[in-house]
């Protein structure tokens, strides 16, 4: 069956320390999602790419980059974690042309809880 | 700008009806999703609205009306699987003519027997 899974599902990193958080989904889907979940904040959404070579920035882009170099794989690199960037990370996908979002749903990942010391 | 309101948390009864409720402010809507999430776990769709009126989905109903910016999740028969926070998003087109996901921050439900 088709899905999306998200690696490692927990991580306790340093501040300071560059991390990575892996992303994998096998619908085919050209667009992919990362957010951050905080109490009190909701979803809130970090990067996201209509397809393979594009990103785009989110609301709260900051501190993070994305890449895309095939359609499978979005990961979501901190650069230089800090501990305001402790949250839960959830990653998504849905079906869309190149450079817009259809009105299909979003399809979750599982979810990776980063904990930055 | 964005603004997405709906409470933070309610309590139900086992067998009872609950509404949900959502209000929105948004320069660009096009569409409306409600979102299941359990505690722990990652969101999953339930519904979605685009034109006014009610979409009914077994013992979930879903209503908008744009002009008001408001929606409502309606959960009948309440189960005590039910308990999960329910999460209101709103379909927001850029100045760009791309279009995102804006969430609310949640409604957590609690069923009791």
């Known amino acids: 069956d088709a899905e999306i899974t998200q690696s490692p599902r927990h991580k306790i990193t340093e501040t300071g320390r560059q991390v990575t958080l892996a992303c994998h989904q096998t619908?085919?889907?050209?667009?992919m999602f990362w957010y951050r979940q905080d109490l009190g904040h909701g979803l809130r959404l970090i990067h996201y790419?209509?397809?393979?070579?594009?990103?785009n920035k989110g609301e709260v882009s900051d501190g993070y980059s994305v890449s895309r170099s095939n359609t499978e794989d979005l990961p979501l690199t901190l650069e230089s974690a800090a501990s305001s960037q402790t949250s839960v990370y959830f990653c998504?996908?849905?079906?869309?042309?190149?450079?817009?979002?259809?009105?299909?749903?979003?399809?979750f990942g599982p979810g990776t809880r980063l904990t930055v010391l | 700008g964005q603004n997405i309101d709906q409470p933070t948390e309610m309590t139900a009864t086992e067998g009872a009806i609950v509404q949900i409720n959502c209000t929105y402010q948004?320069?660009?809507?096009?569409?409306l999703f409600w979102y299941q999430q359990h505690a722990g776990e990652a969101p999953t769709f339930l519904s979605y609205?685009?034109?006014?009126g009610l979409e009914e989905k077994g013992r979930f109903s879903s209503f908008l009306s744009r002009s008001k910016g408001y929606s409502y999740l309606l959960l009948k028969e309440l189960q005590m699987k039910d308990s999960a926070s329910y999460l209101c998003?709103?379909?927001?087109?850029?100045?760009?003519?791309?279009?995102?996901?804006?969430f609310g921050t949640g409604t957590r439900l609690l069923v009791s027997p």
């Open positions: 998003a709103v379909r927001d087109q850029e100045n760009t003519g791309f279009q995102k996901l804006v």
């Open positions: 998504a996908s849905s079906v869309g042309t190149s450079g817009i979002i259809e009105y299909n749903e979003q399809f």
């Open positions: 948004t320069s660009g809507f096009n569409g």
């Open positions: 619908w085919n889907h050209n667009n």
């Open positions: 790419s209509y397809g393979v070579q594009d990103t």
């Open positions: 609205n685009v034109l006014d």
